[in-house]
């Protein structure tokens, strides 16, 4: 290593299944890496993009789980002199071995909602989790609430977990017209799937408009799964997948946005949202609030009154928590966790 910045595969490979959540992660701080010059950033695992619901997509995630994350990367990392392999997911190599591995820990979802999870996903998780946590050099949660559930879940391993919060990239404060739109709205952001309490959500939103409020619901998100099937109303809009440019302008434009999850291991949109100036009302679970501090409305994502009141209280407070948010988001930078992330490096290199 010497005379040679250090050598990091970093794994990649979630970014051929979606764009989202962990992916848009993994990229940004991939990204935030690359901008320094001490460390050369190996990109593995990237590839061809399946389209959803098609037999090769659900073979490629069988691959990536099984053959992939457990022997593929590792080998991979070897093969082009890596000094750390870095894995942003909890899927690993089963056993110790060489490079030393850093694998990132999200979220511990398959203990709270193992019901909220695909069968596959929850099923892999619980058997795999304790043998990858076991085998890596060291283990990265995004919050301290995951943290915390990592040292309730292997008590062996929490010498080795380090809190490195994800960061915001600039682009969500840059300045942008807000998205047109003939109707306020409440904006909702993430994977239709049973863990963002959607249904919930449109239940409030309905509650509301019958005391008269006028704001419709916007949600953006793709590639749901779990039966989650939002209702046809002449006030709720679906976008599907958007670009940050669209998505930046509807943060933007939002009376409010709603994140009613029933559990969060740090939660990416509300950071999003408090960079590009949309007041928060966000469940009171998980490291939400431990992500949004008092930047935000805290609700009770299991109670429609309290989603319904929270949103109310978030737009008629809009400037004050716009500007609490503006601050929260210039405190979350990737350049920070990246900074961290090289310190935990050099520790195993």
């Not at 894995?87 to 490079?99: E, Q, T, V, Y």
């Not at 995951?146 to 292997?154: P, S």
């Amino acid at each position: 290593m010497e005379g040679r910045p250090l050598r990091i595969a970093f794994d990649l490979s979630a970014t051929r299944l979606g764009q989202a959540g962990v992916a848009r992660t993994a990229l940004q701080l991939a990204d935030a890496l690359d901008d320094r010059g001490d460390v050369e950033v190996l990109r593995i695992g990237m590839g061809s993009t399946p389209a959803p619901g098609t037999t090769s997509r659900r073979a490629l995630a069988l691959r990536l789980d099984l053959a992939w994350a457990t022997r593929g990367a590792r080998a991979e990392a070897q093969s082009r002199g890596a000094d750390v392999l870095h894995l942003p997911l909890p899927r690993g190599p089963l056993s110790p071995g060489r490079p030393p591995t850093v694998v990132t820990v999200h979220d511990l979802a398959v203990l709270h909602y193992p019901e909220t999870l695909s069968r596959w996903n929850r099923t892999y998780t619980q058997r795999t989790l304790p043998r990858v946590l076991a085998a890596a050099d060291a283990i990265i949660a995004v919050s301290q609430n995951t943290a915390d559930d990592i040292a309730a879940f292997a008590p062996t391993v929490a010498a080795r977990v380090h809190v490195i919060p994800n960061g915001v990239d600039p682009f969500w404060s840059a300045p942008a017209e807000p998205a047109p739109s003939t109707a306020p709205y409440v904006l909702a952001v993430g994977t239709p799937e049973p863990r963002k309490n959607l249904q919930r959500l449109v239940d409030a939103m309905r509650l509301r408009r019958v005391r008269g409020s006028a704001e419709e619901l916007v949600h953006v998100g793709a590639d749901g799964w779990g039966d989650v099937r939002l209702p046809d109303e002449p006030w709720l809009r679906r976008t599907g997948r958007v670009t940050d440019t669209e998505l930046r302008a509807l943060y933007r434009g939002a009376a409010a946005v709603a994140i009613p999850s029933l559990h969060e291991g740090s939660g990416l949109p509300a950071l999003e949202a408090f960079a590009a100036g949309a007041p928060v009302a966000a469940a009171a679970a998980g490291a939400l609030p431990e992500t949004c501090g008092d930047a935000a409305v805290l609700i009770d994502p299991l109670n429609v009154e309290s989603i319904a009141a929270g949103i109310d209280e978030a737009i008629s407070r809009r400037d004050e928590l716009i500007r609490a948010g503006r601050t929260r988001a210039e405190q979350a930078t990737w350049a920070n966790a990246a900074e961290r992330c090289v310190e935990l490096y050099c520790s195993l290199a």
